[in-house]
């Protein structure tokens, strides 16, 4: 029997060696924001509310709004100063008068405990939505505002 001859079989190249894929950063874990949503009264005025990331509002500026949009935005600054400011519990038979700014912690005609915020010139700067059950609530709800409030981003409606 003839032998066949095959032809040496050629070596395979080298694979080439693939670029690392770039190891990913984890991802950043940030917080959810609050934005202070800024809009027009049907009346002309500005106001703005403080809503959180569940949707929540946590307060609506006080009184009648702002006639121009830079004073607006100077209140919701104001809240920012002032949010850390001491809080007098109206609800109490006894209670100490506090300076402004201050907030104060109320009961609403359906006995709701509610607060307020007020300037340091004594103008109301905001007051919360809803009204809570309890007064324990209530101070909970403070100091949600005081977390939301110091990096909330200023939005149009």
Request: glycine residues 8%.
């Amino acid at each position: 029997m003839a032998k066949i001859q095959t032809k040496p079989q050629k070596k395979a190249a080298p694979a080439k060696k693939q670029p690392k894929a770039q190891e990913k950063a984890p991802a950043k874990v940030t917080q959810p924001k609050a934005q202070f949503v800024y809009y027009k009264t049907a009346k002309g005025f500005y106001n703005y509310r403080l809503v959180v990331s569940n949707g929540e509002t946590l307060v609506v500026g006080g009184g009648t709004g702002y006639a121009a949009l830079s004073g607006c935005k100077a209140g919701i600054e104001s809240v920012r100063k002032t949010v850390g400011a001491h809080v007098e519990d109206l609800t109490l038979k006894k209670h100490e008068e506090l300076p402004n700014p201050k907030f104060e912690i109320y009961l609403d005609k359906a006995e709701k405990y509610r607060y307020r915020l007020f300037a340091r010139n004594g103008e109301l700067l905001c007051n919360c939505e809803q009204g809570y059950a309890s007064k324990d609530g209530c101070k909970k709800a403070l100091e949600s505002l005081a977390k939301w409030v110091k990096d909330a981003e200023i939005v149009a409606e």
